[in-house]
């Protein structure tokens, strides 16, 4: 007597792609959810600070605590912020980011999460107009949601926003041992004052919807 036998199709992990400007961004904005997801498969690709003696090996530090992949670029990222070739921008991009579908992209805002920083709103927008493009293959993006009052206040998650989460207690002290222990910032530094509670994000299911916030 034959029998049917049912085939449970297997559940692959989630890829994801974590693109910020700086050594820390991904820790700052969305530790606490990369590290609620154990099961993704994270690559984060950091485009500056990739010959900073300092920060470097850090980074390299905090991917494993984050249980990632990851890649640094070397933009300039002086203290004059002079803006960067938009072309100079996507070609990094691609160059760091591993050629291949991830379920999910997550980067900066195109406005920023505070005021202001140009590498973050230029991540932001070369990330998107890749997609956008088709040069960067994604089911959807996720843009960090925070704002600062103009600058009257530390960044702040945005409550309203598409995608927003309270972390745990023991989330949020594991995201903020990264950036005082790991990276060293100091209890009254600006990264450890800011380090969030919640974290938000923007979600986008296509790219032309994301291309109209640029």
């Known amino acids: 007597m034959s029998k049917n036998i049912s085939f449970q199709r297997i559940k692959q992990p989630r890829s994801v792609a974590i693109v910020v400007a700086h050594p820390d961004d991904e820790t700052l904005w969305a530790g606490g959810t990369i590290l609620s997801h154990p099961s993704w498969v994270c690559f984060i690709a950091c485009l500056c600070r990739g010959s900073d003696t300092d920060r470097a090996p850090k980074f390299h530090e905090a991917l494993k605590v984050l249980k990632s992949e990851g890649i640094m670029g070397d933009l300039d990222d002086g203290p004059e912020q002079n803006p960067l070739v938009e072309t100079v921008i996507e070609q990094t991009i691609l160059k760091l980011l591993p050629d291949k579908h991830y379920d999910l992209i997550i980067t900066h805002s195109p406005a920023g999460e505070y ?100």
């Open 115 to 214: 005021t202001r920083h140009i590498r973050h709103e230029e991540v932001s927008k070369g990330v998107i107009k890749l997609w956008h493009a088709g040069k960067i293959s994604a089911g959807e993006l996720w843009t960090f949601a925070y704002e600062d009052g103009d600058g009257k206040y530390y960044p702040r998650p945005i409550e309203t926003d598409t995608v927003f989460r309270r972390l745990t207690k023991r989330v949020w002290m594991r995201k903020y041992s990264i950036i005082t222990e790991t990276y060293g910032f100091g209890k009254n530094s600006f990264e450890a004052e800011t380090t969030p509670l919640a974290e938000s994000f923007r979600q986008f299911t296509n790219s032309y919807d994301a291309k109209k916030t640029l």
